[in-house]
């Protein structure tokens, strides 16, 4: 199954709160899980990634959960600010090697994100 | 470095025509990837081509087609338009292409609306 699924599908938050966005996945071929973050009118541009073998990784306010047994990893942005508002879309890509007929990047369905002062 | 840019960034076609959107990746990347994004089905990728052949393909229809020039610039078609074409259309680029943790880049997208 070639599925990425995400969500909540809009979050809305208050300035300095958490937010929390999920992703599921369930071919166990992947090992590449970047999260992209795309503002209105731009195109999306990469925001963090991680690789299944660590459990979590974290960039500034960002950090990225990763459970391999559950097959699902998770966006954090901490102190959340009202310039974090967009939408995210996580992703996730098949290993070298594996028996996956295809190699590209697969994407949830996004989660558009706001955060109010 | 001049990111990736798309041309033309906004258009209104008719139903049953056809359009060519264009994209010129990142300086030295010859991987150029296409996706479609939608607010109900996010993005959906539609192609990929590296060095000038198709490497990969997405789940539409034949009327959707592309193709990569020997500078690495690309250009998607659309041909006998539907109102279910409308989107965003975007196209990104990297080095070594979609595949093993390669990073992409993404340009701002080609507006299409189909009336």
């Known amino acids: 199954q070639q599925q990425v699924k995400q969500s909540p599908q809009s979050l809305i938050v208050q300035k300095g709160g958490i937010s929390i966005i999920n992703c599921a996945y369930e071919?166990?071929?992947?090992?590449?899980f970047p999260w992209y973050q795309q503002f209105p009118g731009k195109g999306p541009a990469l925001l963090i990634a991680?690789?299944?073998?660590?459990s979590e990784k974290k960039e500034g306010r960002f950090t990225i959960s990763f459970n391999k047994s559950a097959k699902q990893f998770s966006l954090h942005i901490m102190d959340s600010q009202p310039g974090d508002s967009a939408t995210y879309f996580c992703?996730?890509?098949?290993?070298?090697?594996?028996?996956?007929?295809?190699?590209?990047?697969?994407f949830g369905t996004g989660t558009r994100l706001q955060v109010f002062p | 470095k001049a990111g990736v840019t798309q041309t033309p960034r906004y258009l209104i076609k008719t139903r049953g025509q056809q359009v060519t959107l264009s994209c010129s990746p990142i300086?030295?990347?010859?991987?150029v990837s296409w996706y479609q994004q939608t607010p109900g089905q996010g993005l959906q990728f539609l192609f990929e081509?590296?060095?000038?052949?198709?490497?990969n393909k997405g789940n539409f229809p034949g009327r959707f087609s592309g193709r990569q020039f020997s500078n690495s610039r690309s250009e998607m078609n659309v041909s006998t338009l539907e109102l279910g074409d409308s989107a965003l259309y975007l196209c990104?680029?990297?080095?070594?292409?979609?595949?093993?943790?390669?990073?992409?880049?993404f340009g701002e997208g080609s507006w299409l609306t189909v009336v």
């Open positions: 991680i690789r299944p073998d660590v």
């Open positions: 990104a680029s990297s080095l070594a292409g979609t595949r093993f943790g390669n990073t992409i880049y």
């Open positions: 300086s030295g990347h010859r991987s």
């Open positions: 081509y590296f060095s000038e052949t198709q490497r």
């Open positions: 071919n166990t071929a992947f090992d590449y």
């Open positions: 992703a996730a890509s098949p290993a070298r090697g594996s028996p996956y007929n295809t190699d590209k990047l697969i």
